[in-house]
Structures are given as C-alpha cells and as structure tokens.
C-alpha cells in the first residue's frame, strides 16, 4: 500500500509520460499519479433515471460537473437527518502516449462510498464492496495506447445488507457518498513489486516490514518483498534495500542474483540488525524509510520507499509495555466526518484533525468505526498516536456467507493496506455492540495473526471471547462489574453513555428527561459555561475511575469531535471539540493531564460574567497556582484531592471566590517554586469588532488540493475578548480563489462563527472580509 508510498522512476522518459498526461496530475509522486483532477460528476435525483451509456468512451458529458477529489456527492446541511442516499457517477478522460507494451497500468481509489462499479473503456473493470477499504485494478489490457481512455465510476451508497452496518435511519453515524479520497495512477516495467491487494498473498505482496526484536542496544527489522516478473521469458533481478534515518543511510543489503520465471513471483526476505535505533513511541516517534530498489541488468526498473518505526507493544500481566516501558494510554475515539462535505477532507484536514488529539494531550486513537484515510494513519505515525485500526461494524449482522465474507475480505485488505504503520497496535476485527457467532470471531482472529505473524499483533473486539484484547465500555463495566476475563482490557469508550442513558448504570432513570440532559456529557458551546463545566466534571470523573478502578491499559473517551448521526434529527455533541473542531471546556481537562515535558498547561475554564461559576475551575499541570481577581490575590492552591481527582496526574485546581467582580482573572503556575505559565480571561464587554483567525493545525492552507479549513469569526470587545452571548448571522465575502462551503448563513455560537472553505488551485494572497450589524473584521490567508 503507498503510504504515501513514494514510486520512483523505472524507466527513462517516464517523466515526459508524467507531465504530458492529459486532464489528470496535479501531483507526481514519481511513476505513481495523483488523479484527482478534472473529473465530470452526475448524481442521479431519481432512482430510475436511465443511466444507459455512462460508461461508454463515446457518451457525451459535457453537461456533468466538473469537480475534483476528495469529493462528496452531496453537499449536506450542518445537521443532517435526510442525508443524501443514492446512485453518483464519475468519469474521467486520460490519454497515456507513451503507454508501450512493456509497461503495466494501475488504478487505485482509496475509497468509494459504497458499492462501486469502475469501467475502462466501456469493459467492466471492477465491482467492489464497503466504502472505506481502497478499490484497486491492473488496468494494462483495458487501456488503449496512444489514444484517449475513459474511467467511468458508478457509486451507490444506499442501504446495503452485505456491507452494513445497518440502515441509515437506525445507524449512529453517516456514511457519506462519493470519491471522498484520493485516486491515483501507477506505470510500472512487467518486472515490478506488486501491490499487496492485487497480489492477495497471506502475509505477503507489495512490502512488508516488521520488527521483531526491539530493544535500544540492538533491534530486528524484517522485509518481506513480493516481486512479480509478467513477462513471458525468466528475469534475473538484483534487490537493493537501504534504511534512511534523516536521509542517513543507516544499513543496506544488496542481494545475489534473483532468477524469476516466466509469468511467476517471487517473496524475497531480508533482516536487518541496527544498533542503538531510534524506537518509535507516544513521545518520541521516531521514522525510518526503506528504500527498495529492483534492478535488471543494472537498471533501476522498480523502485518504492516505504515509511517505518521500531517500536514493541507487550503485555505483562495485561499491562502494555511500550519498547520495555510500562505505558497507560489516555485515548479518544473519532468519527472522521466534516461538517457540509462529509468524508471528502483533504489530507492536509486529515492531519489537522491528528494534531489537535494529540494536542489536547491524548497519545492514542479508536477508530471509530471504520477504516480511516491513509493520510490520517500517516499523520498518526508522525504525531505518536497509537491507534486501534477497525473493519467496519455497529449493531449489526447478517447470517449469510456473503456478509461474513465481505467481513473476512475487509479485515485481509485492512492488514495489508496498514501493516508498515507503526502507529497500529490493534486489529479490531470486530463489529461494534454486535452479537458475533464465535467461529466468525474465531475466522477474524485468524485472519489478523495469518495476515502480520509473529508477537506484535493483537486483535481486539467489544466480545471478551476470542480476541486478544477485550473493547470494554465503561457503563458495561458498572452494570456487569464481575464480566471479565484474564485478558487485557481497554475502556473502549466511557464519559458519554454512561451519563445520558437510562440503563447505564448512574441511576438517571431516576431523573427527569430535562435534568438528563443538563447533567449529561452532550453539551454545545451554546448551551453556555455550567453546561460545558457539567461536560468537564463528568469527564474528569470517568477519566479517573478508570485510572483508579479497573486494571485497563488504556481508555478512549467518546468522542473528539461532534459528529451527526443517520437516526438523530440533532448533531451527537458529546465531543471534546465541536463539530467546527472548536473546543470545549472538557478539552483543556485533557490537556491538562499532559506529562510536564510535553509542555505546560494553563487555562481558567471560565468566562467570568455575571452568570459565571464563584467555584472557578483551572486546568494545569503544573504543582501549583495563584489566581489573581483584578491583580488582587485570590488564593495559592495545591491541586484538588477529592474523590473524582485521585487517579489523576494533575487534578484541577478549584478556586471559591465570595461574589462576583467584573474585571479580570489571571491565573499563574508553578513547578518547583518557578513561573512556568500564566492564563488571563476578561469580563467580556460590548462587541466592537469581529475578529478572524485560520484553523491550520500544523498544515498551512495548500492550493490545488481541494485543502478543506476551518475560518473563525469572532466578535470582541474593545480588549479583544470574545463575547459568549454573541449569536449574529454573519457575511463572508472572498477575494479570490476560495470558496465557502456552508449551507446556510454563517452563524455565531458563543461568540464564533465557523466558515468551512475550500481552496481552489490559485496560489498567492487571498483576502477575506466579514461583516455583521455594524462590524466589520477582514483576514488574509496565504496559499501556498
């Protein structure tokens, strides 16, 4: 799989082949093409609609959109209980001139949302099932050389009883139609590494590294290649293969002569021993590239680089050990969806969403509840985020061999996509709060330790048969308390459930519906301080029974970010950040619980109005704080020792104040005795002006990539604070190559508003302005 696999050169001129490819590349990772331009898109208003001729070279779309990838089919509104569910096409012109006899075509889409049927040329080429795993072709006999080539893409996204999980309109979250990532084209020489997909080798195909001895002195790193020779004479190939580390070649190996016969493949394996490696870990994640070289007669004819880290997940007495290390992991789970365009995010939104977990102090993720873009796991292996990867699966299950063997084939081709990420330390093969026969769990559990043999694999699921690690959640942990079986375990998900359901365990059957909801964790920045305090404590107090009551290794909270679901007319908004990726006061809990040398925290959750909270809540890390009230000195406070902080790292500091004073709170930390970081919040005062900033996480706003970001508009006082009870519609008018993506008006919710933009294929300076009542604020972005 390309991890951003980058494809070297293998032939000369092939470069002339690349740049001359019409309405295709905007992006050349050497013999392999980002296709994502240019594409004519028609989504079906009705289902019968007769689609006679889409595939065919010769059909006229001269009247489809014209649109580019990562795509949706449907621009969707920001709460979406009607989401569009149907048939979409796509098709593409390509022209290959220097496509000749000895060279090999491929086409791979990342992911097509659901059912897809690709044609080239008007033959049938591939039919594939499930929306999230990639859709990959040997396309060489179908092509024409010297001569224009159609790829024609039907998608149907509708309710699938051999995919699942269940009907939309019983479904916790959206499944989100169309070419919502990346396609791409490779040209290889019929002497090539294969493509662990198309080759379908148990443990095998394309490359795969693993590392099975791991240590700081000396560390094991094993490389499987599958070489594939298609033409019709035996070859003699030489591989080549060296370990960069900063661009230092650290190792290399060269091997004999490797003679391959006629239409045959070969695997080929090879070990290296490094001495002192850099392991990859949470804190210090570490990357190597291996890059791998077939030669003929001397000639580089293939040549591929493949992204790793050195790392050992263990369990002793089901406790993890990371490279020797005891490690607890503090996760979260996350719905990859935006707001408006669904799935179709940039990769550069992929990583922004990675940065701001890790940022709010988290060092893992359980991806929920499907395969995720393989630009997300890059950025997890950058950040140090350890991640559960997971097939697809919610509440549901069908008796029949085809769904199982879509499940089987799901689980295969997630292995195979995501092996070389270091990132990955569990395979939940397992379909979520689903009932599972156990020889099916049995059949998954097999496929996960065939597919990446050795120690260092582990399966998990929800089920505490079968596989290696048990998904616990939380609420079933209180209500099943002697449920639990010698394996390890993981708060799967905890925090939110536990206190909104009525037969979770924290008595709110005995609650009226209105007090649920005001004590639950599904709190909007809208609903305003108390709520979102409300939102932190129980976090706070789930967070640290799972520390200090249960012997898991890790939790992950539900979830991230806000996300909307396909049975509920209202967004789930139990997230740590909103649906706009906004935070929370529960987020800056999180963030709090940061070791000190990842950085110090500081941050007063409170606005400080006339309706703000006299038991003022401050998040840090730190041993200790001052609170100042207009530079007066409140208090010096250790942090809390009650009984929902005892578990906890770095417990909140609580400060009572006796009344009310507008004006400002200063917050001030400590560590051995020094200032280590300060915190201010204002008395927010009459908007005067709306001010605008760009969320870019880490990634700078790209052209030419359909980049997705985040634009906030804020309205504040004369001192710059934002006002909470600032609820204006609001104007956005571009200068330039962007477009604004929402579906209604613009809207402030306490004190921000969110325009989601796209950035078109113009570099430079682009000028945005804003305006509501009588204010007025304007903001430049810088394209690159």
Known sequence: MKFRVLKYLKFYGLILLLGIIFQSCEEVKDSTIKIN???KFKRLETSNLSEKGYEDTDFDDSDWELVHLPHTAHIEPLVVNNQWQGVCWYRKSIDIPNFTEDKKVFIEFEAAMNHSIVWINGEEVSMHQGGYLPVVMDATKYLKRHAKNTIAVRLNNTDNPITGPKPLKRLDFNMYGGL??????????KVYISHPV?????AGGGIFVSTPKVSKETSTVSVKTHIVNDTKVPKSVELVQSIYYDEQLVEENRSARIDIEAESDMDISEQFSLQNANLWSPKHPHLYHLKTKVLLKGKVIDEETTRFGIREFKFKNN????????TFLRGVNRHQEYPFVGYALSDNAQYRDAKKIKDAGFDYIRLSHYPQSPAFMDACDELGLVVIDAILGWQFYNDTDAFRDYCYKSATNLIRRDRNHPCVMAWEVSLNETKMPIPFMEKLDKIVHSEYPGEQVYSCGWMDEVYDIYLQARQHRILHPHELKDKPLSVSEYGDWEYFSKNAGLNQDKLPNELRNELSSRQTRAYGEARMLRQAKNVQEAHNDNIANTIAYSDSYWVMYDYNRGYHDDI???????????????????????????????KIASYWNDTSSLNVKVYSNAEEVKLYLNDNLVSIQKPDNDEISK????????????TFIKGSLKAESYVDGKKVAEDVVKTPQAVTKLKMW?????????????????????????????????????NVSINGDVKTLNVEKVKAEAGIATALIRIGNTKGKITISANAVDLTGSYTISVK
Do not use: C
């Open 319 to 326: 406790q993890l050990y990371i490279n020797g290390e005891k």
């Open 180 to 189: 919502y990532r990346n396609a791409w084209l490779s040209v290889k020489d």
């Open 572 to 602: 789930e908004h139990s997230g740590l950040m909103d649906i706009f990726r906004l935070p929370k006061f529960a987020y800056y809990f999180y963030q709090s619980q940061k070791d000190r040398d990842q950085g110090h925290i500081l």
């Open 647 to 658: 578990g906890l790292n770095h417990p909140p500091f609580t400060f009572k104040l006796p």
């Open 37 to 39: 331009s240019n594409w």
């Open 694 to 730: 760009l969320d870019k996480s880490g990634k700078a706003p790209q052209s030419g990539v359909n980049d997705v970001l985040f634009l906030y508009i804020a309205g504040v006082d004369e001192n710059g604070t934002i006002n909470p009870d600032f609820f204006e519609d609001i």
């Open 198 to 202: 198309l080759a379908d080798k148990v």
